[in-house]
Nanobody, 116 residues
Framework: QVQLVESGGGTVQTGESLRLSCAIS????????MAWFHQAPGKEREVLAT????????AYQDSVKDRFTISRDDAKNTLYLQMNSLKPDDTGAYYC?????????WGQGTQVTVSS
């Protein structure tokens, strides 16, 4: 059974940083496309960053392009999201997901709160 477990969320002040982790079990993440999504309070879930199956191509939503970095560690079977210069609009739940070709699998989410 494939499971994704996010961690690293918390409460920070504007301008601070956090690194989210998504530990994957039951599947090797090499050759798997991966992504991070954000769901702000009262809004729909939206994609923030994606990472190609090879791990070499990343894409970002414009609002986070120069502040967030998606990466993975194949040895640790873990996906990361480095978030810098956090803003109050970044508050919400963050979800990782993978698509091994048999359907998208989601983590349970981790909460980030950015105070002004």
């Amino acid at each position: 059974q494939v499971q994704l477990v996010e961690s690293g969320g918390g409460t920070v002040q504007t301008g601070e940083s956090l690194r989210l982790s998504c530990a994957i079990s039951g599947l090797k993440i090499t050759n798997v496309s991966m992504a991070w999504f954000h769901q702000a309070p009262g809004k729909e879930r939206e994609v923030l960053a994606t990472l190609s199956r090879s791990g070499s191509v990343a894409a970002y939503q414009d609002s986070v392009k120069d502040r967030f970095t998606i990466s993975r560690d194949d040895a640790k079977n873990t996906l990361y999201l480095q978030m810098n210069s956090l803003k109050p609009d970044d508050t919400g739940a963050y979800y990782c997901c993978i698509d091994p070709g048999t359907g998208v699998i989601w983590g349970q989410g981790t909460q980030v709160t950015v105070s002004s």
